[in-house]
């Protein structure tokens, strides 16, 4: 097992350390909103890739630190 491989599968909490990880996102409604603020939270770096969003979501997403790339 590479050392790669276990953080990863050291990822189950949120005490967990998610600092640096880098994520996608697909799709920017209620839950990928969520699930991007809360990965930015606990310091993973975030990308959000969606074909359409809410505005106000996508508005938001560089208040908290996330990265978008919209449309098709």
């Not at 996102?25 to 939270?41: K, P, R, Y």
């Not at 359409?52 to 449309?71: F, H, K, N, Q, T």
């Amino acid at each position: 097992m590479t050392g790669e491989s276990s953080r990863l599968d050291g990822l189950t909490s949120w005490h967990a350390d998610w600092r640096g990880l880098r994520v996608a996102v697909f799709g920017l409604s209620v839950t990928g909103f969520s699930v991007a603020d809360t990965l930015a939270e606990l310091g993973a770096e975030v990308l959000v890739l969606a074909e359409s969003a809410d505005p106000a979501y996508e508005r938001l997403l560089p208040v908290i630190g996330v990265r978008s790339s919209m449309g098709s």
